[in-house]
C-alpha cells in the first residue's frame, strides 16, 4: 500500500501536438489533471515504458500510405489513418501505454480499495458491453490520454494491482513490449519442444519473447546484430544469429539443427520472404510489427503447400496481461531496462529510442 498524496488541479505532461518529428512533443507545466469517470481510477504515474507504437504514431507510420521502414522522423504522406486503428489522432494527446505508480483516487462505480495500491495497465481499453469485440478496443495514449503525464484517468478494470519487488521502472518496463510478446506466443500455442525462432531479439518486444518462449520449454533462434550477440544470449536464447549474415535463412537453418516450428517477427522487410521458407510444414508465423518495413514478399505457394499458419497479433483478451502479471509477482521472468530518461527529456529519450542501439526497454521517469 503507497500513501496516497494530495491531487493538485495542473500536472506536469507531455502533449503531442500533430503528426510530425520530435518538435511535435511539448513538455507542458499546466495539463488540467483528469477527472477520472465513474468506472476509473487516478493513478499517479511515478515511471512510463516508451514503445515502438509512441513513435509510431507520432511520425504517422501506421498511415497505407507509409510504407518504409520505422524512423523517428515525421512522414509527409500521411493522411487521415495514422494510428494504429486506421483513424486520425484527436490533438493534443498524452502518449505513453505502461504506466506504473500508485492510485490515488476511484470513481463512484470502481473498486475503493484499489486506492493506494500499486498498479499497471492493460493498455488495450475494451468495451463494456462487448470487450472481446476488437472493432470497439481503444489504446491508451491513442484513443485516450496515457502515462507520459504525472496522472493518468484508467479503467478500474485495465488496472492490475501488482506485489513485486521490483522498482516502478522495472515494472513499466513490461505491459506493452511482453503482453505483445505473450499474445505472439499464445496465438500460435507455443508449447515445449516447439523451436522458435525470434527475430529483433534486442528490443522490448523481441527480448521479452526470448524470456517468455523459453518459460514455455521452448528452443529459441535469437537474431539480432552482431553487437548484441552476449547480451541476447543472456535473455537465455539457446542460439544467436547474426541478422547482417550473407544466407540469413540459410544461418537460421544451421543454428535452429532441425524444423523451425515458429517465426516469431517483429522485423518484417526484405528478410520475410527468406524466414518464411525456414518453417516447417504446419509451421506458424506470429507477427506484431514490421520495423524493417510493412511491405513484403510473399509467395503463396510457400504458404499454402507448406500448410503455413499466419497470426497478427494486436488486441489481445484480457487473460493476456493477467498472466504477464502472474509471471511477474512470482518472479518467472526478469526485466531488461536499458535506459531511463526523465519526462522533461522525451526529445533525447525518443532519439536514443530510434536508434535502435539498446537491448530491452527504455523507461521514463515521471518526477
Known amino acids: ?14 502533449q503531442l501536438t500533430g503528426t510530425g518529428g520530435l518538435e511535435m512533443l511539448v513538455v507542458r507545466e499546466d495539463v488540467l489533471v483528469p477527472v477520472p469517470g465513474a468506472d476509473e481510477v487516478l ?9 515502438n507504437t509512441d513513435i509510431n504514431t507520432r511520425v504517422g ?8 521502414a520505422t524512423t523517428g522522423d515525421g512522414y509527409t504522406e500521411v493522411g487521415g489513418d495514422g ?33 493506494g495500491r500499486r498498479v499497471l495497465a492493460d493498455g488495450w481499453i475494451r468495451d463494456v458491453d462487448e470487450p472481446s469485440n476488437r472493432e470497439l478496443a481503444g489504446y491508451l495514449g491513442s484513443e485516450r490520454d496515457g502515462g507520459f503525464a504525472q496522472f493518468c484517468a484508467i479503467p478500474a478494470r485495465n488496472v492490475y494491482p501488482v506485489e513485486s519487488s521490483l522498482t516502478d521502472v522495472e515494472l513499466a518496463s513490461f505491459p506493452c513490449s511482453w503482453s505483445t510478446a505473450e499474445h505472439m506466443l499464445a ?13 529483433g531479439a534486442s528490443g522490448g518486444v523481441g527480448s521479452a519473447l526470448v524470456q517468455l518462449a ?7 533462434v535469437a537474431l539480432t546484430s552482431a553487437a548484441k550477440t552476449d547480451l541476447v ?16 535463412a540459410a544461418a537460421v537453418a544451421e543454428a535452429a539443427a532441425g524444423p523451425v516450428d515458429v517465426l516469431a517477427d517483429v522485423v518484417g522487410g526484405a528478410d520475410f520472404a527468406p524466414l518464411l521458407e525456414v518453417l516447417r510444414r504446419g509451421g506458424r508465423y506470429t ?3 514490421a520495423i524493417a518495413g510493412p511491405i513484403v514478399d510473399l509467395d503463396l505457394r510457400t504458404l499454402y503447400l507448406n500448410d503455413l499458419e499466419l497470426y497478427g497479433c494486436t488486441v489481445y483478451e484480457p487473460s493476456v496481461f493477467a498472466d504477464l502479471v502472474g509471471h511477474i509477482e512470482r518472479g518467472d521472468v526478469q526485466p531488461v531496462v536499458a535506459a531511463t530518461f526523465p519526462l522533461a527529456e522525451i526529445h533525447a529519450a525518443q532519439e536514443t529510442f530510434a536508434a535502435k542501439a539498446h537491448v530491452g526497454a527504455m523507461v521514463i521517469e515521471v518526477p
Do not use: H
Not at 500500500?1 to 507531455?14: F, L, S
Not at 493513478?43 to 514503445?51: L, P
Not at 507510420?61 to 518504409?68: C, N, P
Not at 544470449?233 to 550473407?246: E, F, K, N, T, Y
Open 287 to 289: 507477427t506484431a510489427g
Open 61 to 68: 507510420w501506421y498511415s497505407k500510405a507509409v510504407t518504409g
Open 43 to 51: 493513478v499517479r504515474v511515478r515511471a512510463c515504458g516508451m514503445n
Open 83 to 115: 494510428t494504429w486503428g486506421g483513424d486520425g489522432l484527436a490533438f493534443p494527446r498524452i502518449q505513453g501505454a505502461d504506466p506504473c505508480g500508485a492510485v490515488v483516487s476511484a470513481g463512484s462505480a470502481a473498486d475503493p480499495s484499489l486506492v
Open 187 to 199: 496465438r500460435p500455442r507455443v508449447a515445449a519442444g516447439d523451436t522458435v525462432v525470434v527475430t
Open 214 to 220: 523459453k518459460l514455455r520449454g521452448a528452443r529459441v
Open 233 to 248: 544470449a543472456g535473455l537465455g536464447a539457446d542460439a544467436v544469429v547474426d541478422r547482417a549474415a550473407d544466407d540469413l
Open 1 to 14: 500500500m503507497t500513501e496516497v498524496p494530495e491531487i493538485p488541479e495542473t500536472m506536469t505532461a507531455v
